[in-house]
Structure formats: C-alpha cells, structure tokens
C-alpha cells in the first residue's frame, strides 16, 4: 500500500480536525503536519535495514586523473557489503584505520557527510577512466514535500500514528501515549514482517556481493 502525501494529511485531518479533507496545502496546518509526517519518515528509515531502501549502483570512473574519490549518490546513507571496481573486490575500512594497510592493498573509504555529500575514496588510485564502479548501498528515504509525492515506508499507517504522536505531544493533548503505542506496534509488525520474507521475495531481492557467490558471514 502506497499514500501520496495528499493521502497521509486526509488521514491526519480526519483525526485531528473530523474533516474528511486535509488542510489547504502551504498553509500552516499542512506544514505543520508535512513536518511531523517526514519527522516519522526519518524514524522508521533509521530503525531498520528496510529491503525497500537497498538500491544497486553501477558507475564509471570518469577520468583517471582523479580516481581517489568517487561521488556517491546523492541519497546514499551506508554501504551494503563490498564494493566491486574494475571487476575487483574492495575492503570498506574506517579511514583510522588505514595505516593498517600497505599502499598495494585494495580498500575503499566513506568520506564526508550528508551536508555536503560523501564519496568513495579508492585505495590504489591507478585506476583508468572508464573503470567500473558497483555496490548496493542503503538509501535515504525521498523526503515528502509536494501533495502527490509518495511515501517508501511500506505501511503508511506508522507515518500517520507517528506523525499523531508528534502533533498531540506538542499540543499537550492526553492521547500522544496512545498514538506512541500504537505506531510502536505498526513497526515492530513491520520489521517481524522483513524477518519472514517468502522464497518469491528472497528470489527478488537485491544481492550484495558476498550473497551473490554464496558467501555466508560468521560461517565461510
């Protein structure tokens, strides 16, 4: 189930206001509500490693004067496994970590931060252009800011219960506990429901490189 933000500020407004339809859009209620919705968007993309956030990257080096850094998408927030470059197979490593390393060794690092964007930086750098650049990655959730923008979260009713919390608790008003609970329950039933995937979801997904040639973590 899919709710434009259009859909999620109706349900909002007939809890709130008993009013089947949502606020003028701009105005001071719809922003209000638009911030708390997106406030509980961030809550649940944090919470857990939802599938519907693993994303697949296939780039080229563009030139082979500056193949130290790469620029990672824009809504990359961690990386998924090993990245594979020019068919090869890099180590994630904290950049304090790097004097552990010999300058022939094959490791990549996250630099910078989500203000001004982040980048892969490739160790050796002796990469050629068009050298291939593949990993997964988690994303960050798309912001919802205009009515027909629609939400990633796969159970829209926790944004709503979510974004009710938020509202009722800056208002003071007695029923914020209930609206906690009940956005509680509606995401552990979601994360129980990402634990007990089906074969056809399992055929489906997205695979790491590890996965893909039948590596299993803590056993090979």
């Not at 296939?58 to 990672?72: R, V």
């Not at 927030?77 to 790097?98: C, H, I, Q, S, W």
Request: with cysteine; charged share 20%.
């Amino acid at each position: 189930m899919t709710l434009s933000l259009l859909d999620l500020q109706n349900q909002i407004a007939s809890e709130i206001d008993q009013s089947a339809t949502a606020p003028t859009q701009g105005g001071t209620d719809w922003n209000i509500r638009m911030n708390a919705l997106n406030r509980a968007l961030f809550d649940w993309a944090e919470t857990y490693d939802w599938t519907v956030l693993k994303k697949v990257h296939n780039g080229l080096i563009s030139t082979a004067s500056a193949n130290a850094s790469y620029a990672l998408p824009a809504n990359f927030r961690k990386l998924d496994g090993f990245p594979v470059v020019a068919g090869e197979m890099y180590t994630p490593v904290n950049p304090t970590n790097n004097y552990r390393y010999l300058d022939t060794d094959k490791f990549v690092n996250i630099l910078g931060n989500d203000r001004d964007n982040k980048v892969l930086y490739i160790h050796p750098n002796n990469l050629s252009s068009g050298a291939s650049v593949q990993f997964t990655y988690w994303a960050s959730p798309i912001s919802l800011a205009s009515a027909t923008n629609l939400t990633e979260c796969p159970d829209p009713t926790f944004l709503i219960q979510r974004a009710l919390y938020y509202l009722y608790k800056g208002r003071e008003d007695g029923r914020f506990p209930e609206a906690g609970v009940a956005s509680d329950k509606i995401l552990a039933r979601m994360i129980e429901g990402e634990n007990t995937l089906g074969q056809a979801h399992s055929d489906n997904q997205i695979h790491n490189y590890n996965q893909a040639n039948g590596f299993r973590i803590g056993r090979d």
